[in-house]
């Protein structure tokens, strides 16, 4: 079996900051990093604290000016591209394509904007991957950054 995100046993609780590096918006759970956009310096700082994945849930025309990729991969760190452009890309496609990537052993670091996919991305992997209810789904969504996409996350959970 691979590492999994495990989160709190219960709706109510809410994960914390367990990084030392202050990405934007940044929530820890084990070895995943979640939150915003790193700048280059964070991923220098990332390498040197042994994370070994990074994975992007911006398209590449949102960030022109930094070639995330070729950053990463520069700093010996594997680079994973999962694109949600807005809610059509919140599918069980893109869910199950995370989920692999964060079963992969090793320090992790998972970012957006500013989380808000991040969110969206948790609660729909912990109601289809994970079988938690919409509640739960809901609460660890909006602990790990959801916020604008919260509607578009309660309808594909209610249906």
């Known amino acids: 079996m691979f590492p999994s995100i495990t989160f709190p046993p219960t709706p109510t609780a809410t994960p914390t900051n367990t990084a030392n590096v202050p990405i934007p918006n ?3 759970f084990g070895d995943v990093l979640l939150g915003g956009q790193p700048s280059p310096g964070h991923f220098k700082r990332f ?16 960030s022109p000016e930094l070639d995330e990729k070729a950053l990463v991969e520069s700093l010996d760190m594997a680079y994973f591209s999962i694109p949600i452009a807005g809610p059509q890309d919140l599918t069980r496609a893109n869910v199950e394509q995370l989920e692999s990537v964060l079963r992969r ?8 904007s500013s989380g808000n996919r991040v969110g ?14 919409l509640t739960e789904a ?9 916020t604008k996409l919260e ?4 309808t594909l959970l209610s249906n």
Do not use: F
Not at 120 to 133: E, G, S, V
């Open 47 to 62: 390498a040197e604290e042994g994370y070994t994945i990074v994975i992007n849930l911006r398209s590449n025309a949102q």
């Open 26 to 28: 940044a929530i820890g």
């Open 138 to 146: 809901l609460v660890i969504g909006e602990a790990t950054g959801l």
């Open 105 to 112: 052993p090793g320090k992790k670091v998972l970012h957006c």
């Open 151 to 154: 509607d578009a996350v309660r």
């Open 120 to 133: 969206a991305m948790m609660a729909l992997r912990a109601a289809w991957i994970n079988k938690r209810t």
